[in-house]
């Protein structure tokens, strides 16, 4: 089975730069999106197509993609980011989601 | 504004079948197709399929082959989800999302648009 591989925590002071990897041979050429979900929400879409911004998304949210590893920043983290963030990528026959980063602001 | 209003909280008995639907609204129904998704508590998301609009393709994910039905009803812009054989590990919250993919699956297709979702139980 294919897998991504995400760090399990990441923590970032109020105004710094957060950045969230999502890793695996899966990856390889195909495309990475990047999902926040808050406690009791559903999840929400915030990098597509690696390194895209749906409409009403911040500038904040970036993403980029290197071979086997995309990543997603966030300059100047805010305390409502706070959130579990998970990678996505798919091919023809099969999503695979990372196993989530949860993202503290301290 | 586009919605994704899935059906309210069941509780199955081990064995029994649960039917989830979605209903949209806001947008286009037949030009974009749907994903399921599953989170058991405290855990992550677990992709189950995608189906196109009018129901004429669908693609499940591997573990759940045999056991999940996907289909929609283009007339009330509905889609529905059938788990059957339900295990306790089937308890979750289930979601439908809106996916770029609408013939067949693309690789550059996220979703965009999610349902607020629906618990399923199942307990003895």
């Known amino acids: 089975s294919y897998e991504l591989t995400q760090p399990p925590s990441v923590s970032v002071s109020p105004g710094q730069t957060a950045t969230i990897t999502c890793s695996g041979d899966y990856l390889g050429d195909k495309y990475a999106c990047w999902y926040q979900q808050k406690p009791g929400q559903s999840p929400l879409l915030v990098i597509y197509?690696?390194?895209k911004r749906p409409s009403g998304i911040p500038e904040r949210f970036s993403g980029s993609r290197s071979g086997n590893t995309a990543t997603l920043t966030i300059s100047g983290t805010q305390a409502m980011d706070e959130a579990d963030y998970y990678c996505q990528a798919r091919d023809s026959s099969t999503v695979v989601f990372g196993g989530g980063t949860k993202l503290t602001v301290l | 504004q586009v919605q994704l209003v899935q059906s309210g909280a069941e509780v199955k008995k081990p064995g029994a079948s649960v039917k989830v639907s979605c209903k949209a609204s806001g947008y286009t129904f037949s030009t974009y197709g749907f994903s399921w998704v599953r989170q058991a508590p405290g855990q992550g998301l677990e992709w189950m399929g995608w189906?196109?609009?009018?129901?004429?393709?669908?693609k499940y994910a591997q573990k759940l082959q045999g056991r999940v039905t996907m289909t929609t009803d283009t007339s009330t812009s509905t889609t529905y989800m059938e788990l059957r054989g339900l295990k306790s590990d089937d308890t979750a919250v289930y979601y439908c999302?809106?996916?770029?993919?609408?013939?067949?699956?693309?690789?550059?297709?996220?979703?965009?648009?999610w349902g607020q979702g629906t618990l399923v139980t199942v307990s003895s």
């Open positions: 197509q690696d390194n």
């Open positions: 999302a809106r996916d770029w993919s609408e013939v067949v699956p693309a690789a550059s297709s996220p979703f965009d648009y």
């Open positions: 189906i196109s609009a009018y129901s004429v393709n669908t």
